[in-house]
Nanobody, 128 residues
Framework: QVHLAESGGRLVQVGGSLRLSCEASVRTFSNYAMAWFRQAPGKERDHVASISVTGSDTYYSASAKGRFTISRDNAKNMVFLQMNSLRTEDTAVYYC?????????????????????WGKGTLVTGAS
């Protein structure tokens, strides 16, 4: 069982920056590819960014590429999402998710249906 706890969500002015954190309670964190998804009101849960088990490979959605950076600290069981140049359309609940991995590729952890564990989410609001 993996417990994931997100933090860092808040209201941010458009153009601003924010860093989300996710702490995983699991003994073998380095066996899991990690990802961030988001869900805006009335919309489906969408992939934002993924990172492979070692952190050597990352994968981003088109909207996140160039603005967001995913990273992980396996020694601390943490994964992060640095969000820059925030837009109003980034407003959503952001979820951390874990996928038990058998390779070191980030893209394999980009489908919501295949993720094994989820956090409860943290709300990010981009205000103009």
């Amino acid at each position: 069982q993996v417990h994931l706890a997100e933090s860092g969500g808040r209201l941010v002015q458009v153009g601003g920056s924010l860093r989300l954190s996710c702490e995983a309670s699991v003994r073998t964190f380095s066996n899991y590819a990690m990802a961030w998804f988001r869900q805006a009101p009335g919309k489906e849960r969408d992939h934002v960014a993924s990172i492979s088990v070692t952190g050597s490979d990352t994968y981003y959605s088109a909207s996140a590429k160039g603005r967001f950076t995913i990273s992980r600290d396996n020694a601390k069981n943490m994964v992060f999402l640095q969000m820059n140049s925030l837009r109003t359309e980034d407003t959503a609940v952001y979820y951390c998710a874990a996928d038990l991995a058998y390779n070191d590729y980030a893209q394999t952890a980009s489908l919501a249906a295949t993720m094994d564990y989820w956090g409860k989410g943290t709300l990010v609001t981009g205000a103009s």
